[in-house]
């Protein structure tokens, strides 16, 4: 037997109180740890989507959420508000801060108010990107080659063979940041599927042995 190993990767986070159903499950580790009293309040979960393989063909139109799909409280804007400064710069004039891209083809992005909101940024090109296009971008969002690993960052990338997204919130773990990277992380996990399925000699160098 074999598995698919980590596209994507996402780390659990535990933090301390009365449980919710879901991390009920949890609570005999917790309390062998922390003692009988402990329990878990929340479970939050952090996507990191650097393990991308690109050569595998994610579906632009698929990313975007539809109307109304947004978690309750939050409500669809107009007012255009990344979170930090060179967010708002790749927004404005990608082809000024990163020349070797040139300019996307399209960009769109998805702006919402109230809670946490923020903006969704989507930018696609009609050539393949350059080959380090992930670091490229890491240097502009974060000043170095990649997100500071353990970081909750008010940027988060995103970034196919051919088009990339950026969230942008002022709040690092929004719960709408939060339900479209878990709907981003499901689209991925299916899309890499259906890539090795119908690749099974490419897909060799994914796979390793299930352990014991």
């Not at 074999?2 to 659990?12: H, W």
């Not at 989507?49 to 109304?68: D, H, K």
């Not at 903006?119 to 990107?129: E, G, H, S």
């Amino acid at each position: 037997m074999k598995r698919l190993s980590a596209f994507v990767s996402i780390a659990i986070v535990l933090l301390a109180a009365a449980a919710p159903l879901a991390a009920q499950s949890m609570d005999e580790t917790i309390k062998k740890q922390f003692g009988k009293d402990a329990k878990v309040t929340a479970v939050t979960m952090r996507y990191d989507f650097s393990g991308l393989a690109r050569e595998i063909t994610m579906p632009f139109e698929s990313f975007p959420f539809m109307s109304g799909e947004q978690p309750a409280g939050y409500k669809e804007s107009s007012t255009v508000k990344p979170a930090t400064a060179p967010a708002k710069k790749l927004w404005a004039s990608w082809e000024k801060e990163l020349p070797s891209f040139g300019a996307p083809s399209q960009k769109i992005i998805q702006a919402y108010s109230g809670k946490e909101g923020g903006v969704i940024m989507y930018f696609r090109w009609n050539a393949p990107l350059p080959a380090d296009a992930r670091r490229q971008i890491c240097r502009v969002l974060y000043g170095k080659d990649e997100k500071p690993i353990g970081s909750d960052t008010q940027d988060d990338l995103f970034v196919t063979n051919d088009w990339c997204m950026i969230w942008s919130f002022a709040k690092p773990l929004s719960e709408l940041k939060q339900a479209h990277q878990k709907r981003t992380f499901e689209i991925v996990n299916q899309e890499a599927q259906r890539w090795m399925d119908a690749n099974p000699e490419k897909a060799k160098k994914y796979l390793q042995p299930k352990k014991p």
